[in-house]
């Protein structure tokens, strides 16, 4: 199956001009078989979800993009919004508890800018950025995010390589505009955000940045020549 595993709405998100009835007819014109909404901050009602699911027959998983203090982190089998959780390490219990799965949101969007307006200290050496403490603590990464560069996408995937993980794919969309260039095949058929967490979990999958091209092959087979280079560039 091929899942765009990072959605909004505005249903749940402020800044999202997308409507539910608009992803649906998006994602499925370029050939997903379903979309997770992680909203910002919290999370559809599960049984809403599901009617709205089956009322246009396409797979719609609920998730949470949370905004933490080591970056933002989507996160799958959360029912809501946690005192405390904007802690990336009591989100992690939280998460944890819920047997639920967290994964490192567009890690490394605007690190190559001028650091006088990312507001990131550093231009971090894979290795470095591979030790930092949000991957000790979530369980994937985004190597595909719709709203991050080539570059960016690029030094996510060399991280996973480091940390031994396949990396996740998401659009990151805020519009019908990009839905579906990030996503993640799966091997098996998922029905529900409890068989997606154990897809993740089992290795199952992997992210693919080319649906929109007509194509999903691997993220890693298509950026193959550039991994090639060394590792800390």
């Known amino acids: ?79 809501g919004y946690s005192s405390g959780i904007h802690r990336a390490e009591i989100l992690r219990r939280v998460v944890q508890a819920s047997d639920g799965i967290m994964i490192a949101a567009h890690p490394f969007r605007r690190m190559f800018d001028d650091p006088r307006i990312s507001g990131w200290s550093k231009i971090y050496s894979v290795e470095e950025a591979a030790d930092l403490t949000i991957f000790k603590l ?26 031994g993980r396949t990396g996740i794919g998401g659009s990151d969309a805020h519009s019908t505009s990009g839905i579906g260039y990030g996503a993640i095949v799966t091997e098996r058929d998922v029905s529900n955000v409890e068989e997606l967490i154990e897809e993740i979990r089992e290795g199952r999958y992997y992210p693919t940045g080319s649906l929109l091209k007509g194509s999903a092959i691997s993220y890693w087979d298509e950026r193959a020549d550039e991994l090639g280079a060394a590792v800390a560039s």
């Open 138 to 163: 979530t369980d994937e990464l985004e190597v595909v995010n719709g709203a991050n560069n080539a570059q960016e996408n690029l030094f996510a995937l060399k991280v996973a390589r480091v940390l």
């Open 1 to 79: 199956m091929k899942l765009d595993l990072h959605v909004h709405t505005n249903v749940g998100s402020s800044d999202s001009g997308l409507s539910p009835e608009q992803l649906v007819i998006a994602a499925k014109a370029v050939g997903l078989d379903g979309v997770c909404v992680t909203e910002h901050g919290t999370v559809w009602d599960k049984y809403q979800m599901e009617r709205f699911s089956a009322e246009h027959d396409f797979l719609v998983i609920p998730g949470m993009e949370v905004s933490t203090d080591l970056g933002h982190i989507t996160c799958f089998g959360l029912t």
